[in-house]
T-cell receptor
Framework: GDSVTQMEGPVTLSEEACLTI???????????LFWYVQYPGEGLQLLLK?????DKGSNKGFEATYRKETTSFHLEKGSVQVSDSAVYFC??????????????FGKGTHLIIQP | DAGITQSPRHKVTETGTPVTLRCHQT?????MYWYRQDPGHGLRLIHY???????DKGEVSDGYSVSRSKTEDFLLTLESATSSQTSVYFC?????????????FGPGTRLLVL
């Protein structure tokens, strides 16, 4: 079936370090890809997305590029801040159901940034 | 922020009792979803709705039912709660259910079944 795989962590970094959170997917068809972020005690909010191959999503200094050849959508940031500490979810949605089937999520990566 | 509220925000109940969680939106979006979040599983879809009185099952629908009598409200019912249904429940909405469309999430309901 369709699935998303990402490192679970926790991933602990120092402030201003470079970040990469790997995300790979398995899907029948051509999905749209998303990164959602969940801050402590809150719901999920969209961080960025890409809807076709080679698209780059970006927001708040985070970037991810949709790589069809490697079925990946890795999240990157050049210099992390303490406020980036959160859980990050990679997700996909597929055509066919018109996206109405909901999102398929990875298990989430807990990111901890130390001052 | 999308106008999505969930109630209650926290609930403790006992095994075998019925529980209803409510999701309310003010965005007039057509699609609404219920997910559960568990450690090591991420979020998994329980049920979704594509209009008033139109609902369908998701990946983990056993033990749950839903109803949508108005565009703005989507109810999730646990007919007879079990300890395995202890979880955090999130409601989400999207405008048209299209691929690539953003889903907006509510703040969540934390449910503990004793």
């Amino acid at each position: 079936g369709d699935s998303v795989t990402q490192m679970e962590g926790p991933v602990t970094l120092s402030e201003e370090a470079c970040l990469t959170i790997n995300c790979t997917y398995t899907a029948t068809g051509y999905p749209s890809l998303f990164w959602y972020v969940q801050y402590p005690g809150e719901g999920l909010q969209l961080l960025l997305k890409a809807t076709k191959a080679d698209d780059k999503g970006s927001n708040k200094g985070f970037e991810a590029t949709y790589r069809k050849e490697t079925t990946s959508f890795h999240l990157e940031k050049g210099s992390v801040q303490v406020s980036d500490s959160a859980v990050y979810f990679c997700a996909l949605s597929l055509p066919g159901g018109g996206g109405a089937d909901g999102l398929t999520f990875g298990k989430g990566t807990h990111l901890i940034i130390q001052p | 922020d999308a106008g999505i509220t969930q109630s209650p925000r926290h609930k403790v109940t006992e095994t075998g009792t019925p529980v209803t969680l409510r999701c309310h939106q003010t965005e007039n979006h057509r699609y609404m979803y219920w997910y559960r979040q568990d450690p090591g599983h991420g979020l998994r879809l329980i049920h979704y709705s594509y209009g008033v009185k139109d609902t369908d099952k998701g990946e983990v629908s056993d033990g749950y039912s839903v109803s949508r009598s108005k565009t703005e409200d989507f109810l999730l019912t646990l007919e007879s709660a079990t300890s395995s249904q202890t979880s955090v429940y999130f409601c989400a909405i999207s405008e048209a259910g299209q691929v690539g469309e953003t889903q907006y999430f509510g703040p969540g309901t934390r449910l503990l079944v004793l």
